[in-house]
């Protein structure tokens, strides 16, 4: 079995459990299933888990294939995933209709087993090869972790989640400390792989999967703390701080200490209707910046 095939995951979506079980006995070798019998159940299916594919009925009660197949793909969590509609209308008018909102495929039932493996696998390696191409476009080369593209989008996407749902926000700005002096007496290789190994340490202190570390430029890093007040955000300044200092990395030139350190400015709000993430990020900036005024090594904090 190959590893695209383990990771693949497919929702089948129809009213009648015997068309499913069809389904699943094609396609369960080789694909994580998830199953669902109306409309609404597959569309909480595919807003809470990663999928690959879905196979979609046409006609079911309460809301049709279509429906389904249209709320989707009007959604920005669901609408890159690929879905295939199987149905018994294997008329030349109802399969024009399902490809026009989005589908990649019309399959007539009953579906010819070799026929539909071969079709569904075409379409997963599509979408898997499109999924990386995308993570490729949002990812820092040198650091592995996001890039300033990703953090620009991602920012205003939960500065709207924020406003909506008065939920608060942090952010925490940094860089490390006397990183010029580190390049100049070890070289830009050396100075290449203290990034790395920076930018590793700061992930793995952030625990939650919602946060994102993303690299600012240069030795300078960010990291978005969606619902998270100012109490929070030093907690994880301070995890951050530990971690640099955990890696033990030589740093003779520091005018801090004798081995790498980063200085951290944190700053949290609770968005607002009509308002933008700048002040936000400014006074994240000028918390770094009184960091280093006062001995490096540590963060400092404000609430807006």
Not at 98 to 127: C, F, M, Q, W
Request: with cysteine; proline share 3%.
């Amino acid at each position: 079995m190959t590893q695209a095939k383990q990771q693949a995951a497919i929702l089948i979506v129809d009213d009648v459990p015997g068309n499913i079980r069809t389904l699943v006995e094609i396609l369960h070798a080789d694909y994580e299933i998830y199953m669902a019998t109306n409309g609404q159940d597959a569309i909480d299916i595919a807003l809470s888990n990663k999928l690959d594919l879905i196979l979609l009925d046409v006609i079911m009660p309460e809301m049709d294939g279509y429906e389904v197949c249209k709320k989707l793909k009007d959604n920005p969590t669901t609408c890159e995933v690929p879905i295939i509609f199987v149905s018994g209308q294997n008329d030349e008018i109802h399969e024009a209709q399902g490809l026009e909102l989005g589908a990649v495929d019309y399959i007539s039932k009953p579906a010819k087993p070799a026929i539909l493996k071969a079709r569904v696998k075409n379409h997963i390696e599509t979408k898997q090869r499109k999924d990386m191409l995308a993570s490729l476009s949002i990812i820092d080369s040198l650091t592995g972790v996001a890039n300033r593209r990703h953090f620009d989008n991602f920012l205003d996407q939960e500065w709207r989640r924020g406003i909506r749902g008065s939920l608060g926000m942090a952010i925490i700005m940094l860089d490390i400390d006397h990183f010029k002096k580190y390049n100049d007496h070890f070289g830009h290789g050396e100075g290449d792989e203290c990034l790395k190994k920076v930018a590793n340490a700061l992930e793995g202190s952030m625990q939650r999967s919602t946060d994102l570390l993303a690299r600012y430029g240069g030795e300078e890093f960010v990291a978005v703390l969606p619902q998270v007040e100012l109490d929070g955000a030093e907690i994880v300044a301070k995890k951050m701080c530990d971690a640099i200092a955990d890696l033990k990395i030589d740093h003779p030139t520091s005018d801090t200490a004798n081995h790498v350190t980063i200085s951290l400015g944190c700053a949290s709000i609770f968005p607002t209707r009509g308002s933008s993430s700048t002040p936000l990020l400014d006074a994240a900036d000028q918390m770094l910046y009184n960091a280093k005024n006062s001995g490096r090594n540590q963060f400092k904090s404000i609430v807006l």
